[in-house]
């Protein structure tokens, strides 16, 4: 059976949300397989798609609360679940 997906957010995340890697980056989120770069702060480790998915905005949140200022977030590969995901971070890319 298939989770649902909470994908919905009122509010862009204040800081700048960048979908590659970029000098100067503080925060990181993407799948627990892909290593955290050095010197970035992991906000989110999902297992799926299904946890990044669910767990998505609560770290946009953390980084916000933490103060971070630019989020490397690296969106899952494929179709369905991934493909919103993609679709809801190059949202929040667009959003600054």
């Given at each position: 059976?298939?989770?649902?997906?909470?994908?919905?957010?009122?509010?862009?995340?204040?800081?700048?949300?960048?979908?590659?890697?970029?000098?100067?980056?503080?925060?990181?989120?993407?799948?627990?397989?892909?290593?955290?770069?050095?010197?970035?702060?992991?906000?989110?480790?999902?297992?799926?798609?299904?946890?990044?998915?669910?767990g998505l905005y609560e770290a946009l949140r953390r980084a916000d609360a933490l103060?971070?200022?630019?989020?490397?977030?690296?969106?899952p590969k494929g179709e369905g679940i991934a493909a919103a995901i993609r679709d809801?971070?190059?949202?929040?890319?667009?959003?600054?």
């Amino acid at each position: 059976s298939s989770r649902p997906a909470p994908l919905a957010m009122h509010s862009p995340p204040r800081a700048t949300v960048q979908l590659d890697l970029v000098e100067g980056s503080e925060g990181f989120i993407a799948l627990a397989e892909i290593a955290t770069p050095n010197g970035l702060f992991r906000l989110a480790a999902p297992a799926d798609v299904f946890e990044y998915a669910q767990g998505l905005y609560e770290a946009l949140r953390r980084a916000d609360a933490l103060g971070l200022h630019d989020i490397v977030a690296l969106a899952p590969k494929g179709e369905g679940i991934a493909a919103a995901i993609r679709d809801r971070l190059k949202r929040a890319a667009a959003s600054h």
